[in-house]
């Protein structure tokens, strides 16, 4: 089955610096890449996602880049505010006729420091 | 309405005790999922519904039983459990007919076992 991995697992960054996030999944048949914020206490939210026919994708500060090749993918956000602080799960799934399955990463936890 | 409504937000209940979790979306989505979150874990897949019908259930203990009684719908019965089946409890919905979908969360049941 399919195995995503998730580093670094806490990210610290000055307000204003930008942070990286990179995951890395096994199953090569996984087409759909989404990135979902969770603040605590909160909902999973999806930010960002991306599909396979796609190399990069931006939405103002964030951006997502995928090599299928290596079979790696990665969250990008600049100009970090107090407010981006949240859990980051990276997360991949394969078409389903009538679901997805989702298999989530393990977390990278971001604390943005005024 | 782009919301998945779960009740009981928080759910504190005995080891000999019968309880239901509810979900409720109108966003006219034909997916439905159950997930379990541990602090400081990622959301790990329990259930999925495809059309009112179970599709996945991820070797989950029967104490646990799922029941989608329409497309709206979607709920968690729970009888026995262990203190170790606390957790936050999330419900999300997602559309069929898209092969790229965007899984929809809600809010989740804390859910104590003592």
């Known amino acids: 089955g399919e195995n995503v991995e998730q580093h670094p697992s806490t990210l610290s960054v000055q307000e204003g610096d930008s942070a990286v996030i990179k995951c890395t999944y096994s199953?090569?048949?996984?087409?759909?890449f989404p990135w979902y914020k969770q603040e605590l206490g909160k909902r999973p939210q999806l930010i960002i996602d991306?599909?396979?026919?796609?190399g990069e994708k931006k939405d103002q500060r964030i951006a997502v880049t995928l090599n299928k090749t290596a079979k790696h993918f990665s969250l990008h956000i600049t100009e970090t505010q107090p407010e981006d602080s949240a859990v980051y799960f990276c997360?991949?799934?394969?078409?389903?006729?009538?679901?997805?399955?989702?298999?989530f990463g393990p977390g990278t936890s971001l604390s943005v420091i005024p | 309405d782009t919301e998945v409504t779960q009740t009981p937000k928080h759910l504190v209940m005995g080891m000999t005790n019968k309880k239901s979790l509810k979900c409720e979306q109108h966003?006219?989505?034909?997916?439905m999922y159950w997930y379990k979150q541990k602090a400081k874990k990622p959301p790990e897949l329990m259930f999925v519904?495809?059309?009112?019908?179970?599709?996945i259930n991820e070797s989950v203990p029967s104490r646990f039983s799922p029941e989608c009684p329409n497309s709206s719908l979607l709920n968690l019965h729970l009888h026995a459990l262990q203190p170790e089946d606390s957790a936050l409890y999330l419900c999300?919905?997602?559309?069929?007919?898209?092969?790229?979908?965007?899984?929809?969360f809600g809010q989740g049941t804390r859910l104590t076992v003592v």
């Open positions: 999300a919905s997602s559309r069929q007919w898209n092969v790229y979908t965007e899984a929809f």
């Open positions: 199953d090569s048949a996984s087409n759909y």
């Open positions: 991306i599909r396979s026919n796609v």
């Open positions: 997360a991949a799934s394969k078409p389903k006729t009538s679901y997805d399955k989702v298999i």
């Open positions: 966003m006219g989505h034909r997916a």
């Open positions: 519904y495809s059309y009112e019908k179970l599709s």
